[in-house]
Nanobody
Framework: QVQLVESGGGLVQAGGSLRLSCAAS????????MAWFRQAPGKEREFVAT????????YYAESVKGRFTIPRDNAKNTVYLQMNSLKVEDTATYYC????????????????????????WGQGTQVTVSS
């Protein structure tokens, strides 16, 4: 079992920045591809970004590309979502997710944007961007 706890959400003005954190516990963090998803009121949950086990490969939704980054620190069992140039439409609850990858597979493997590929989820943190 892996426990994921998000933090760092809040209220920010459009154009501002926030950094979300997701702390993992319970299993070897470096065995998991990590991702961020978000869900706005009245909408389905959508993929935001993902990072490989080793941190070298990253993939972003088109809507956030160039504005968000997803670094991870395996020594701290934490993945981040650095959000810059925030827009009102980025308002949502942001969820951290983890997908187990067998150790024999390359550290560069990504799982992709399908939420069904992820095994564990956090409780979410709210991000509100005001105009």
């Amino acid at each position: 079992q892996v426990q994921l706890v998000e933090s760092g959400g809040g209220l920010v003005q459009a154009g501002g920045s926030l950094r979300l954190s997701c702390a993992a516990s319970g299993r070897t963090f470096s065995n998991y591809v990590m991702a961020w998803f978000r869900q706005a009121p009245g909408k389905e949950r959508e993929f935001v970004a993902t990072v490989s086990r080793g941190g070298t490969e990253r993939y972003y939704a088109e809507s956030v590309k160039g504005r968000f980054t997803i670094p991870r620190d395996n020594a701290k069992n934490t993945v981040y979502l650095q959000m810059n140039s925030l827009k009102v439409e980025d308002t949502a609850t942001y969820y951290c997710a983890a997908a187990y990858i067998a150790e024999e597979r390359p550290e560069s493997v990504l799982v992709g944007p399908d939420e069904r590929s992820y095994d564990y989820w956090g409780q979410g943190t709210q991000v509100t961007v005001s105009s």
